[in-house]
Structure formats: C-alpha cells, structure tokens
C-alpha cells in the first residue's frame, strides 16, 4: 500500500485497534479439500494457510477454546443454489456426497465442537451461529479460513455487526491469489477486524483462560 495511501487512513482516524475480548472462541472458514485443492477452489497461499492452523486448533483445544468449523453445502439437486453460484456455477457441487465438501483430514472436527454448514459467504447468514455465539457469553472471534476475500472477509464483516471482535489471524488466512489477499487483509485491517499473527493472538487468548480458571 503506498504512503500516501496510508496517510489518508490515518487522517481518517482508520485502523484503531478492536483487541481480544473476555471470552475468545477460534473460527475456521472452510478448511475443506476442495479449497485446499488448487484443482478445484484452491491454490495462492490456501496450503500454508492450513499448515499453521493445525498448531492453532491443538492450542484452543488445550485451552478448553470453543471451535467453531464452517463448509459450504448444497443439496444433491441444487435446489437452493442461488445468485452466488451464478457467479460461480462450479459450487453448487459442493454436497454431501461430494468428497471435496470434507473437511481437511488435518483439522477434522472433534466432538462438542460446532460445524456450520452454509451456502452463503459468510459463517453468519441464516445459520444462526449469532445466537449460539451470545448464548455461549463469547465475545471475541479468531478467524482463520479461507478464502481471504470471499468467506473469511463476509465471517469477519458480520462478525463485527454482530457485536463480536474479529481477530483475522494473518497466518492462517488465504486466497487463490496473493493480491486479493493482501487487498482484503489491508482493508479489514483498517475497517473492521484487528490482524495480528497466530501466536501473539494466542498468547492474548490464552491469558483469558488463566484468568478464568
């Protein structure tokens, strides 16, 4: 981003910092084999993306951190395909039956942990995590997923209308291509969400759980 750029978010009074709240709870925005897979949704820094997120679900499950895990499915029969897949006809294929819809073997859910299944870009579109969330007294949201300026940016965006604080965990976000995500990194940084890399957001999170126990 050029300087001058930058000079006019600060003159602006862009950028403030959000930081993490009370009670924390790790979002991972569609980790599935189709947007690992360069072949199908995936490629950019998607990989890397979901390497440094494995060490971060291990560490909010010694926590005790709630996990929250989204894919994206739609019925055999593309009956509720809408205007999205219009743009993008290929993910209506993305059902149950349909292998790529499985979340990556690495951060496969485990039991009392939720998964919302969409088919919508964001995590928060009549899938009622919202409530859940509030139910659950969380307030502050860790967001790693993919992609940076699709599903993960709609997640973070709602987040924040939902009264949550967005964290995007800068290391374990990632796009087909490197300038959307760097553009949507930038302008989330600036608007609506904090970026801060994995372990220093964990670090923060951690001291939470200490405090509470």
Known sequence: ????????????????????????????????????????????????????TVPVLAKARQLGMPVIHTKIIYAEDGADAGIHCLKSRRLKTLTRSNPQSDFVTELMPVAGELVIEKRLPSAFFESGLAGILHARGIDTLLIAGCTTSGCVRASTLDAMCHGFRPIVLTDCVGDRALGPHEANLFDLGQKYADLMPSHAALEEAASRFATEA
């Open 1 to 52: 981003m050029p300087a001058n750029d930058l000079e006019v978010y600060a003159k602006q009074s862009f950028g403030g910092r959000i930081g993490i709240g009370r009670s924390p709870a790790l979002l991972i925005v569609d980790f599935t084999k189709g947007f690992a897979d360069p072949a199908v949704f995936g490629g950019g820094n998607i990989p890397d993306a979901v390497r440094q």
